[in-house]
């Protein structure tokens, strides 16, 4: 048995003590996520996507589907806003554009396909088809 404590418990004890806010992170916070997290579920008629991006305009979200292969692209702005009164020193809202793709064993029905956004949660229905054809955006609701 040691009594000596580890080299780097030293150091992480220096600094989760030190002045808390010394090291303030750049006024925009951080980068979206590097992946959309997302579930996939298949029926005998269609396959279910539902896809997290929190913080998203519906207008900013883009699915594309060309075949089996679906893109979600979204993008999040985040607008600057300057009061005389006041001084901003630290933002974590994200900002910036993350997309997936991937593919599905079977051709999408882009025609009877549909999309939802809700709460945050981009739900999208997609209907089995044989075939395929030029790729084409999807209408959000």
Do not use: C, W
């Not at 883009?62 to 692209?73: F, N």
Request: charged letters at 30%.
């Amino acid at each position: 048995m040691s009594i000596l404590p580890a080299r780097h418990s030293l150091f992480d004890e220096f600094f989760r003590d030190f002045t808390p806010g010394f090291f303030i992170k750049p006024l925009h916070g951080d980068a979206l996520p590097s992946q959309i997290k997302m579930d996939v579920k298949e029926t005998g008629e269609a396959y279910l996507v539902e896809a997290e991006l929190p913080g998203v305009g519906k207008e900013n979200i883009h699915v594309e589907i060309d075949g089996p292969l679906v893109t979600i692209k979204a993008e999040v702005k985040q607008v600057d806003e300057s009061n005389k009164d006041e001084q901003k020193l630290r933002s974590e809202r994200y900002y910036g554009l993350v997309s997936r793709s991937f593919q599905l064993p079977q051709d999408i029905d882009r025609e009877t396909s549909s999309a939802k956004y809700e709460n945050g949660v981009l739900s999208l229905t997609l209907p089995k088809r044989r075939g395929g054809g030029a790729g084409q955006r999807l209408r959000i609701e």
